[in-house]
């Protein structure tokens, strides 16, 4: 896959804001200004932080990834859906194994948000862990059959209730394209320059890599924010997906 301008590859990296606080995660905001990349905002941030570190992301023109990976009974699915999409975000998540029904509900708590007014999100599904691997998903997990197995079932299952897309790692996307259609977007973590450290992801590629097996939208974090220099990072990664 070829021909991105340099805009739409800065709009296909999610840049994973796994700070402590807000103040830690202004520093890196103010490092990479200008560069129209999506922000994912993740559990331990928004915790942190709460929506109104959200809102600023808005105000400042970025899209908003909230990575909160939802997993209850279906009515609280719903009603947590309702209040994300009170709050403006461009796309969050759920967990498909919480299954059909938990995933309509996430939708039905969104249609129900909108009929105030707004942008809808995309709502995306969970299928495995990038951390896990195959000996985590047979002994610990339970689920017997291959890690890719496991992530087709669970995007055939998003994709049957209505999502937009699922998580997965990059080396699955080719297999979910396959079986979901080309338009059923795909969230990669488990990306790593080459030479990067894998830390704990056991399922990689590099941005490239992933581009070329045709994901939507890679997550990149400690890559980026972990960086001596966090704005050179990305720029290279931007230029290594225009080439």
Do not use: W
Request: aromatic share 4%; hydrophobic share 45%; glycine share 10%.
């Amino acid at each position: 896959m070829s021909g991105l301008t340099r805009n739409e590859a800065a709009g296909s990296i999610m840049v994973a804001l796994d700070y402590p606080d807000a103040m830690a995660a202004e520093r890196l905001l103010d490092a990479l200004d200008g560069i129209p990349c999506y922000m994912k905002v993740g559990m331990q941030l928004f915790y942190a932080a709460g929506p109104a570190f959200v809102a600023s992301l808005k105000e400042r023109g970025y899209q908003v990834f909230l990575d909160v990976k939802m997993h209850d009974i279906p009515n609280t699915v719903k009603g947590g859906a309702n209040s994300i999409a009170r709050l403006g975000v461009d796309m969050f998540n759920v967990h498909a194994a919480g299954g059909r029904d938990m995933m309509e509900a996430a939708l039905e708590g969104v249609d129900s948000a909108l009929s105030r007014g707004g942008a809808r999100p995309l709502v995306i599904a969970v299928t495995q862990l990038t951390s896990t691997n195959q000996s985590v998903l047979n002994e610990e997990i339970g689920i017997a059959g291959s890690v890719e197995d496991a992530v087709i079932r669970y995007a055939k299952l998003a994709h049957a209730a209505g999502l937009d897309g699922v998580v997965s790692s990059p080396q699955e996307v080719t297999a979910i394209k396959t079986a979901c259609g080309a338009a059923f977007k795909t969230v990669t973590p488990g990306i790593r320059p080459a030479g990067a450290d894998m830390n704990d992801q056991s399922r990689i590629l590099t941005p490239r890599q992933a581009l070329d097996q045709g994901t939507d939208f890679m997550v990149i974090g400690r890559p980026i924010t972990a960086a001596q220099d966090p704005r050179a990072s990305i720029e290279s990664i931007i230029e290594e997906l225009i080439r």
